[in-house]
């Protein structure tokens, strides 16, 4: 069907919500309390729109669309009705966005940049509320930004059905907040930092390390696990170290990961900014090695599906047995997002034939002289006993070896993965450079 927003024909399927709609064709509908992945609580009424033919403004996350539903977005009415509710939202707000870590992704601040009546009313003094209380899990409250769109509470009884959250007290005293002696503990307990759209949850990890409008942003998958949730990398170049990448953020995809993140997986992008750099050898060097008989290479499963066919590739070339061992780990997985599988990308080993038989490995392992390891998890705990070893390593640094080769983490290369769904996603590099060549780029050198 078709519906009309601002004189703008869209088209959309009956059942949809309004809000969705809009949301989906960028058009900017301002909003606190609705969000795609919790739905409408329809508390904030920061969406009014108005349609043809009814009386008063409605609500866009509580409309759904009808056969020629016209909708205006912009008129002196809306303005007046989002300058009211702002006036209220902002009665109590301590207005400090010069040093709050929001600043600049803050939908209060958007919008009274927009609508706001920027000379206040109020004659008494502020009611005053919690600040900096540290709520558990890498999350600080600052109860006096919120704007009590009930989106983090709805998040912890709602998704993680862990309840830590909630509203307390009434009126102008009423805040978020955890029962005494308790702590928000569960998982997933950093989304609600995305999910809440000022500056009352920031993270403990990523406040007051950079603002962020300093940051690029690059589209990746996490690989943490066989989920392949989609991610944002949000990084920069620093004046002395080249670039840092300072957190990664949920990017939403309703087939996968929704609007969310693991913890582990959200704070696993500290591992980028250790990986080992350079090489200790020459690809001279490893020429000559790969003259030698009696020869494996072992591959990491969380590489991408590229990567695996250049190694694939070199093996064929130089008669190399090839195996890919599998990250399973029984406590990860949740029945949610986690998996067991820590791999993101056991599927495209599969997909290629690459053998990852235990058993047979060990018995390879024992024939071999020489190993080629790709598998920089491994490196952590597993070495050749005095076997001759080339290491190539995107993040690990690695033990003393003779011959080393780092190559280009996940977030300076691009890519392909296949989550454990079978679902084939892929993932872009920074703008900038690593050090390191790709891995496809070295092993191109050993043709
Ligand atoms: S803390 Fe944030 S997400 Fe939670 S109710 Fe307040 S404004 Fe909404
Ligand atoms: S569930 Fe897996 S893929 Fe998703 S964020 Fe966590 S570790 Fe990463
Ligand atoms: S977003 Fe519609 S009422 Fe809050």
Redesign the pocket.
């Known amino acids: 069907m078709r519906i009309t927003i601002d004189d703008i024909s869209i088209e959309c399927e009956e059942g949809e919500l309004l ?1 969705d709609v809009m949301l989906n064709n960028n058009i900017n509908i301002p ?4 969000h795609q992945d919790l739905g ?8 009014m729109v108005e349609i043809k033919g009814a009386k008063r403004p409605q ?3 509580d409309t759904f669309v009808k056969e020629n539903l016209e909708v205006i977005t912009k008129s002196e009415n809306i303005n007046e009705v989002k300058r009211s509710i702002l006036e209220l939202e902002l009665l109590n707000h301590p207005v400090d966005c010069p040093i709050c870590d929001q600043a600049g992704e803050c939908k209060l601040q958007d919008y009274y940049m927009d609508y706001g009546l920027y000379e206040s009313h109020l004659t008494t003094p502020k009611t005053k509320k919690g600040k900096a209380i540290e709520l558990g899990s890498n999350v600080m409250l600052d109860q006096e930004r919120c704007v009590l769109c009930t989106r983090c509470t709805r998040f912890t009884s709602e998704i993680t059905k862990t309840g830590e959250l909630g509203i307390i007290g009434r009126g102008d005293s009423a805040r978020v907040g955890v029962a005494p002696g308790h702590e928000l503990n569960n998982p997933y307990a950093m989304n609600v930092v995305e999910l809440c759209p000022v500056g009352a949850l920031t993270s403990k990890d990523f406040r007051f390390k950079q603002r962020v409008w300093f940051l690029d942003t690059s589209k990746s998958i996490c690989h943490g696990c066989s989920r392949g949730c989609n991610i944002s990398i949000d990084y920069n170049e620093t004046k002395y170290t080249r670039e840092k990448i300072h957190r990664f953020r949920a990017r939403r995809n309703a087939r996968i990961n929704q609007s969310f993140l693991c913890d582990y997986g959200r704070l696993s992008y500290k591992e980028l900014n250790n990986s080992f750099k350079g090489t200790s050898s020459s690809i001279e060097d490893l020429k000559e090695l790969l003259k030698e008989d009696k020869k494996l290479a072992l591959a990491s499963p969380s590489l991408s599906l590229e990567q695996l066919q250049a190694i694939q590739t070199l093996c064929q070339t130089h008669n190399i047995k090839l195996f890919c061992l599998a990250y399973y780990d029984e406590s990860f997985g949740d029945g949610w997002l986690k998996t067991n599988d820590k791999s993101a990308n056991l599927a495209s080993v599969k997909k290629l034939g690459i053998c990852t038989c235990q058993e047979e490995f060990d018995a390879a392992l024992q024939e071999a002289e020489l190993i080629l390891n790709f598998d920089h998890t491994l490196l952590k705990h597993q070495e050749f006993g005095n076997k001759k070893s080339v290491q190539f390593t995107s993040t690990h640094l690695p033990p003393a070896c003779g011959y080393c080769f780092g190559f280009a983490n996940f977030a300076h290369d691009t890519g392909t993965l296949i989550n454990c769904e079978g679902i084939t996603q892929k993932f872009y590099a920074t703008r900038f450079r690593d050090k390191n060549p790709s891995l496809s780029e070295l092993l191109e050198q050993l043709r």
């Open positions: 809000i909003h606190f309390c609705y409408a609580d329809g508390n904030c009424r920061m969406c609500i866009a996350c």
